[in-house]
C-alpha cells in the first residue's frame, strides 16, 4: 500500500485581471475581473514507503503548490490526496505528527534562540521521547557536524550553518515523510554534499520517505531513485531516475581542445549527426548520439579545419537531458506540447 496516494488533483487559483490606468484600477477597486490559473492540472501518482523521489520541473510548473497540498497548507480544488491513511487538509495536526518539511530560506527554529534550545522544543512539540531524541540529536550532531552550532543564537548562524540545522530539526522526530522544497538554495558545495549523505544515510537507517523539490539537479543526480517530472501543472515523466537516463540520455558531450583555427568551424561544417554548441578560438563543444556516429569520425571531420590537440568526453547528465527536453530536442525540432502529449510516458 503506497504511503502517499494523489488521484486527479487540481488547484486552481482566481486571481484579478488588472487594467491599466486610472480608470482601471478603479474598475478593478468597483468590478474586478477575476481569471482563473490552474497551478496543478489533474496529475496522479503513488509513492512507497521509503522511496527517495525527485519532484522537478521549471518554475511555475506547480512543484512548490503540490507540497504545499501534501502537508495540509493548501486545499486542493479537486481530487484526492491520502498521505499515511489521512487527508491532509481534513487532518493537519495528525499529519504533522507524521512529516517533516523544508521550505526555502522559511526557518522553523527560533530566531533569537540558541539551536539547542530549539530542538528543545521541538522535542516537546512533537512528544520525542527522551532516549530517542539523545540518540537522534548525537547521530544528526555528528553527520552535520553541528557540535559548535548547537549553543549559538539561529540569528548569528550562516546560511549553510542555519540549513543544516533546519535539516536536523525537521528529522528530528523521526517523520515518516519529509518534504524538502529547495533544501540546498543558495548553499555552498560542502554543505550540500553534507545534506545529500545526511538525507540518504537517514533514509536506508528509518525508511524515511523523501519527496525533493530542487533546481539544483545534482541533488537529485546524488539522492534520489525515481523523478516526476512536472510541466505546466501535468506530470510529463513519472519514473526510475536511470531509465530516464537511460532512454532519454542518448547523446554523448565532447569538449575538443582547438589550436590553428582561423574560421568558425560551425559556419563551415553542417552535420546531421552531430552539432557544435560552443565554439571559441581554443575550444568546441559538441554534442552526438553514440548510436549514430563516433567521435574518431567527427574529429576527422573538424580536423581538416583546426589541429585537435586534446578531447574530454562524458555522458549527458540530468540536467543536459531536461534541457533537451524542454526544448523539444527528442522530437527532431517539436515543440513543448507534443513533448509534452507524446515524447515522455510514465514506464
Known amino acids: ?82 498521505v499515511n491513511g489521512l487527508i491532509p487538509n481534513e487532518k493537519r495536526i495528525q499529519n504533522n505528527k507524521n512529516i517533516g518539511a523544508v521550505f526555502g530560506q522559511k526557518t522553523q527554529l527560533w530566531w533569537d534562540l540558541p539551536v539547542i534550545e530549539s530542538f528543545r522544543l521541538i522535542k516537546k512539540i512533537f512528544k520525542i521521547p527522551e532516549n530517542e531524541y539523545r540518540k537522534n540529536l548525537k547521530r544528526f550532531t555528528e553527520i552535520l557536524d553541528l557540535e559548535d552550532l548547537l549553543d549559538k543564537q539561529v540569528k548569528n548562524l550562516s546560511l549553510g550553518q542555519k540549513m543544516r540545522c533546519e535539516i536536523a530539526a525537521t528529522f528530528l522526530h ?66 526510475e531516475k536511470q531509465k530516464f537516463k537511460d532512454i532519454y540520455g542518448k547523446y554523448t558531450l565532447a569538449e575538443i581542445i582547438v589550436s590553428s583555427k582561423n574560421l568558425s568551424v560551425k559556419d563551415k561544417l553542417q552535420s546531421n549527426v552531430f552539432e557544435i554548441i560552443e565554439e571559441n578560438e581554443k575550444e568546441m563543444k559538441i554534442k552526438f ?33 531536461l534541457k533537451e527536453i524542454y526544448k523539444g530536442a527528442y522530437k527532431n525540432g517539436a515543440n513543448n506540447d507534443s513533448i509534452r502529449k507524446n515524447a515522455i510516458k510514465k514506464i
Open 1 to 82: 500500500m503506497p504511503i502517499i496516494e494523489v488521484k486527479n488533483l487540481v488547484k486552481q487559483y482566481k486571481i484579478i485581471e488588472k487594467q491599466d490606468g486610472l480608470l482601471g484600477y478603479f474598475k478593478n477597486l468597483i468590478k474586478p475581473q477575476y481569471k482563473k490559473i490552474i497551478a496543478v492540472n489533474n496529475i496522479n501518482f503513488e509513492i512507497k514507503e521509503g522511496e527517495l523521489v525527485g519532484y522537478i520541473g521549471e518554475n511555475g510548473a506547480g512543484k512548490s503548490t503540490t507540497i504545499k497540498m501534501l502537508t495540509g497548507l493548501l486545499t486542493p480544488t479537486s481530487g484526492k490526496i491520502v
Open 289 to 321: 548520439k553514440h548510436d549514430e556516429t563516433t567521435i574518431v569520425k567527427i574529429m576527422n571531420d573538424i580536423s581538416e579545419y583546426c589541429v585537435i590537440e586534446d578531447i574530454h568526453m562524458r555522458e549527458s547528465e540530468l540536467e543536459d537531458i
Open 174 to 239: 523521526n517523520p515518516k515523510i519529509v518534504y524538502l522544497d529547495e533544501p540546498t538554495i543558495g548553499l555552498d558545495v560542502f554543505v550540500k554534499e553534507n545534506i545529500r549523505k545526511f538525507i540518504k544515510e537517514i533514509n536506508k537507517e528509518k525508511k524515511t520517505t523523501v519527496i525533493l523539490t530542487t533546481h539544483d539537479l545534482k541533488d537529485i543526480e546524488d539522492v534520489c531513485d525515481r523523478i516526476i517530472l512536472l510541466d505546466r501543472g501535468q506530470i510529463i515523466y513519472d519514473g
